[in-house]
């Protein structure tokens, strides 16, 4: 009997907020260890929790881009359990009545439902030093209380997923949507976004829910594919040879590229929930929900649909450039300042070369030196026979460095493009009088021969213009010439 695999992802979306859910401190990145803390995020004695009102505004969004219902009223509770992360022994957050319920997200053409977005806070970041980092083979353990209070939105999808490409499509929309709204910078390498699997295996048609297997420390959406693609089949081999899969909480390995066991699943009372005393029910009014959803910005669905209708570009560049909006927002801003060329001339450029060199750098393109109307600048440059794309390329680089205008640089270092035809043509007259040989063999050549001539007289023109002969240009003038005394 063949089995199919069910998919629920549980993704924890740090909010950027400036400071942390119940107190004052700084909500940052990098800090020095234990310096943004207070007797409130430490559990100190007589310290009370005070609500950051930005997190119900950034939950209250994504309620908004999600289809999600909030009710009038949200519970936080104390989850309790003892582990040094938090120093009170507790974790407040949301339990049985979330600030958000009953949500989607449409990815590639399936509905994916998702079943609560609740607020929660982060716990501190423990360090287990030797043994490979594990805590049972740790010689001792540190702990960084800076991420404990920090503002999370855990976003808990039904296990509507199928496979793993499915799973990392969906965590990929989810980024963009939480991008866009400009309440998470879901960086998974630093930790604002992470996401834990519950993987199960079944029947085939079956609606019965299988044994599911939970899978953690997956810190990118390469180590997710990977980690839900092994999981799947170490279940379904497990279902073959039938043996019993366990309800347990998995650790995924990206060396050895395997998931191992860590400990039985928890149950929901096995943390015993109950009410937090200290905080009172969150209950958004109408003016707060109409001030959020006025302000909404366009959605990342609606963008793409819109890129790929106005610009003509494909599915995939629409993608790449939802994926990454400060790009979107740069592209946009560039097509905005086309004097000559097309948008989708804009889309190549952005989504090649400008990108490549955000990821070699680090950058983001809200900080490119190069303005968004100097690509433009650039693409009526190419448009206009001005520049080759190989001489745009190497404009382009230097442009991205340092900022100059591709107009400067090309004057600067005298770039433009010979399009001059009578120049070219006597380039071309002259390397065929230097080469009888060569235009014989043309001539009386098969294909393969004919091709590979063709690619010496060009080569051999675009050195003699220093590569700025127009490469279009010099093609069917070398045509013309080699056909037309090939006659006589």
Not at 95 to 123: F, K, M, Q, S
Not at 346 to 365: F, K, P
Not at 466 to 487: M, S, T, V, Y
């Amino acid at each position: 009997m063949s089995v199919e695999p069910v998919i629920g992802l549980e993704v924890h979306a740090e909010l950027a907020t400036a400071t942390k859910l119940f107190c004052g401190c700084p909500n940052e990145f990098g800090a020095e260890a234990n310096t943004n803390v207070c007797p409130v995020c430490l559990g100190l004695p007589g310290s009370l929790p005070v609500l950051n009102e930005k997190v119900v505004e950034y939950a209250l969004r994504v309620g908004e881009a999600m289809h999600f219902t909030v009710p009038e009223e949200s519970i936080f509770a104390r989850k309790n359990y003892f582990y040094p992360d938090m120093p009170k022994d507790f974790q407040i957050s949301q339990y049985e009545d979330p600030i958000c319920v009953d949500g989607y997200l449409d990815v590639d053409g399936a509905r994916i439902g998702v079943e609560r977005a609740h607020i929660e806070e982060d716990t501190g970041k423990t360090t287990h030093v030797g043994g490979g980092g594990r805590i049972h083979d740790a010689r001792h353990s540190l702990i960084d209380y800076n991420r404990a209070g920090v503002p999370l939105l855990e976003i808990v999808s039904r296990p509507d997923i199928r496979s793993a490409e499915q799973a990392r499509g969906y965590a990929e929309q989810l980024r963009a949507v939480l991008t866009a709204i400009g309440v998470s910078d879901v960086k998974m390498e630093e930790g604002s976004m992470r996401i834990d699997a519950n993987v199960s295996v079944r029947p085939e048609g079956s609606s019965e829910l299988g044994t599911k297997v939970e899978v953690k420390n997956m810190n990118s959406l390469r180590s997710l594919t990977r980690a839900i693609d092994f999981e799947i089949q170490r279940q379904s081999d497990a279902w073959e040879r039938g043996e019993r899969i366990v309800q347990e909480t998995r650790h995924w390995d990206e060396d050895d590229g395997r998931t191992h066991g860590m400990r039985s699943k928890e149950e929901a009372f096995d943390y015993r929930y109950f009410p937090e005393p200290d905080l009172v029910p969150v209950s958004p009014d109408a003016g707060m929900r109409d001030a959020v959803r006025e302000a909404m910005p366009e959605l990342p669905a609606a963008r793409h649909r819109r890129l790929v209708e106005d610009w003509g570009i494909t599915d995939h560049d629409a993608q790449v450039l939802v994926g990454n909006p400060a790009l979107a927002d740069y592209a946009e801003r560039a097509v905005a300042a086309l004097e000559g060329g097309s948008a989708r001339d804009v889309v190549n450029w952005s989504t090649g070369d400008v990108l490549a060199h955000l990821n070699e750098t680090g950058l983001s393109a809200e900080v490119l030196p190069l303005a968004p109307d100097g690509l433009a600048e650039l693409v009526g440059l190419v448009a206009d026979g001005t520049l080759s794309r190989n001489l745009a390329q190497d404009v382009l680089a230097e442009a991205l460095t340092d900022g100059k205008r591709p107009e400067r640089i090309v004057a600067d270092r005298s770039l433009a493009q010979v399009s001059d035809e009578g120049e070219l043509v006597t380039v071309l007259d002259a390397l065929i009088t230097e080469n009888p040989d060569e235009v014989s063999r043309y001539r009386e050549g098969d294909d393969k021969t004919r091709k590979k001539l063709r690619g010496f007289f060009m080569g051999q023109a675009m050195k003699a213009t220093k590569g700025q002969g127009n490469p279009q240009l010099l093609n069917r003038l070398l045509d013309e010439r080699l056909e037309a005394r090939g006659e006589g």
